[in-house]
């Protein structure tokens, strides 16, 4: 048994002062059960806690840390930043190499803003596309999350779904009436709604590829049909790749799919992988809506720490290192590990649907292939629970919820895929014994 007893204090202590002792829901282990370990250092694919114990990181902070923790590259250029100052609250030449890097990879993004959240950056996307039509109206899918601003607080994913909450408190009907939910992956939903709402519909937001009720892909064409009848209905397309941005390819999920499909978003919203692991994100789209942002335009958006010096020179060493090789070892590194897993279940005769999507992941426990928010929560979550803590105890740390994909990192070694391989197989049999 390993213990965590250091963590176990931390988090006691925690709860006294922080809300559920975290600074984000999913943290707390609430639908895994169990004290949440606290980490204190991270090198490569590995992760330590405050107690010592090592693990293979199969979260990578949920995104931003693709090419691992504490990569010498990121290291020693955030480190000559901070040196110079961490902030100025003023223009700086870090956010125009990474806006010009991000435009260099999405060509459409002609304009980019930086912000310091994904959720920020899903605000303004929203508030642009609405600006940008002169319309209210926003569409966006059961189970897929875009950050916790109030319009977008409805049937969500991530740690809403994780807890089972319905929707949140907090949030008015006003802010939420003119928001639309629609089931994912559903092309009749989508042209029944326009075809009775068409001309009050600003934008239809969706994640590039749904991965925050689990890894739910995108049936082949719904992308491009999202594309084409917000086009022809005079409504914008926002892409939320804030996930997806610059993890599955070197152009993000657009780079990939949206190219080889032939549709493109007019709005793009990014964060995660951009900001290397420093608070930053990014919208960015067409020059003639990103104009629109103030002060070319009257669309106001704002941030003290926008475009942060040390942020944006981390997001910038971080893409710096995302090359084709990069790439190209995400893709198989995550066909690994996800195949050794759902091999290890299918041995153990664990009923479970393997889902991948670009090199994003996850499992659920049913039978059937998900292809919606409604399928997603069918899945029996407590033998998620069982298989989450085998891996742990293990020493493997995934995402504490069966609703979160998996992330690999370009730092995974072999003798990691091994471990994972040999604990999934103990994993499973724990399951499947119950
Ligand atoms: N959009 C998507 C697709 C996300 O996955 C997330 C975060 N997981 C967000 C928006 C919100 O980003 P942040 O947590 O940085 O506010």
Known sequence: MTTFETS??????????????????????????????YFVKGEGSKIWDVDGNEYVDLVGSWGPMIVGHAHPHVVSRVKSAMEKSSSFGAPGPGEVLLAEEIAARVPAC????????GTEAVMTAVRLARAATGRNLIVKFAGCYHGHSDSLLVQS???????GLPNSPGVTQGQTQDTIVVPFNDVEAMNRLFAERGSEIAAVITEATPANMGVVPPSPGFNKFLSDITKKNGALFILDEVMTGFRISHGGWWGKFGLEEAWTPDLFTFGKVIGGGMPLAAVGGSASVMELLAPSGSVYQAGTLSGNPVATTAGLATLE??????????????????????????????????????????????SQNVSNFDDAKKQDTSAFAVFFHSLLEQGISVPPSAFEAWFVSGALTDDDVDKIAKAASVAAQQVKLR
């Open 110 to 117: 002609e304009r980019v803003r930086f912000v310091s959240s």
């Open 157 to 163: 994913g991530s740690g809403i779904a994780t807890l």
């Open 8 to 37: 176990l204090q931390w988090h006691n202590r925690a709860q006294r002062i922080i809300p559920g002792g975290v600074s984000s829901p999913v943290r707390a282990f609430q639908s895994v059960g169990g004290t949440p370990r």
């Open 321 to 366: 290192l995302c090359d084709s090789e990069l790439y190209l070892s995400l893709d198989s590194r995550a066909r690994e590990v996800g195949s050794a897993i759902s091999n290890a279940l299918t041995a153990a005769d664990v009923e479970h649907s393997f889902q991948q999507a670009g090199n994003l992941f996850s499992f659920f426990f049913t």
